[in-house]
């Protein structure tokens, strides 16, 4: 039973989340050969205060990047 943990700062659609899924599990089907009811795929959405990148956390990296 293949379990997939995507953790991923907060912004992403309904529609975005919906075909990672999907393609997640298509990529297990063909390159494992596993059965889609066996797959099951957790999306965890971290707020950006919660996320570190750069040596800053990922709010404060965010303003940087846009200036």
Do not use: C
Not at 24 to 30: A, I, M, P, R
Not at 37 to 56: F, K, T
């Amino acid at each position: 039973m293949p379990y997939i943990n995507l953790q991923i700062t907060k912004g992403a659609t309904r529609e975005q989340k919906a075909q990672i899924v999907a393609e997640f599990t298509d990529t297990l089907v063909q390159v494992l050969n596993k059965k889609p009811e066996h797959i099951h795929i957790v999306i965890q959405e971290i707020e950006d205060e919660n996320w570190g990148y750069s040596g800053l956390l990922t709010d404060e990296w965010k303003k940087k990047e846009h200036k």
